[in-house]
């Protein structure tokens, strides 16, 4: 199986998420971290940025696409978080864990996490 991976851990991203209307009117912190698969062979190789799966770049694009869509869910934003990687970015498979640590004030953390890959391929 294929096992190269590349990490975005622990992206902080200000946002409005909720499911109450209070919410909707404020901006909460969320935290991702994701896992994308990727032949890192060729990046390796050639030692070109061009060739890498680049995380910077797919850090910023999130905390874009974050900052100009509004969920309810946690589930909705690593849903969507996930179509963008595979859609755009062509990772075949994604594991994206949504944190919103501030949700429940006895709680350190909640979360939720993902699993997708594109179609017809297995992982
Ligand atoms: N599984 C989920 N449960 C809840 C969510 C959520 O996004 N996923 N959201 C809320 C509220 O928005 C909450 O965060 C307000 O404190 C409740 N449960």
């Given at each position: 199986?294929?096992?190269?991976?590349?990490?975005?851990?622990?992206?902080?991203?200000?946002?409005?998420?909720?499911?109450?209307?209070?919410?909707?009117?404020?901006?909460?912190?969320?935290?991702?971290?994701?896992?994308?698969?990727?032949?890192?062979?060729?990046?390796?190789?050639?030692?070109?940025?061009?060739?890498?799966?680049?995380?910077?770049?797919?850090?910023?694009?999130?905390?874009?696409?974050?900052?100009?869509?509004?969920?309810?869910?946690?589930?909705?934003?690593?849903?969507?978080?996930a179509a963008l990687l595979?859609?755009?970015?062509?990772?075949?498979?994604?594991?994206?864990?949504?944190?919103?640590?501030?949700?429940?004030a006895s709680a350190r953390?909640?979360?939720?996490m993902i699993e997708r890959?594109?179609?017809?391929?297995?992982?």
């Amino acid at each position: 199986m294929f096992k190269d991976r590349v990490f975005i851990e622990g992206l902080s991203i200000i946002t409005t998420i909720g499911v109450y209307e209070w919410e909707k009117s404020i901006k909460q912190k969320l935290i991702l971290d994701i896992e994308m698969a990727w032949d890192n062979r060729i990046a390796g190789l050639s030692d070109d940025v061009n060739d890498c799966l680049n995380y910077a770049q797919i850090s910023q694009a999130i905390i874009d696409y974050l900052q100009h869509h509004q969920f309810n869910l946690i589930e909705s934003v690593a849903e969507n978080v996930a179509a963008l990687l595979i859609d755009h970015y062509f990772t075949p498979w994604v594991r994206v864990k949504v944190s919103k640590p501030t949700a429940v004030a006895s709680a350190r953390n909640v979360a939720i996490m993902i699993e997708r890959q594109k179609e017809n391929i297995n992982y």
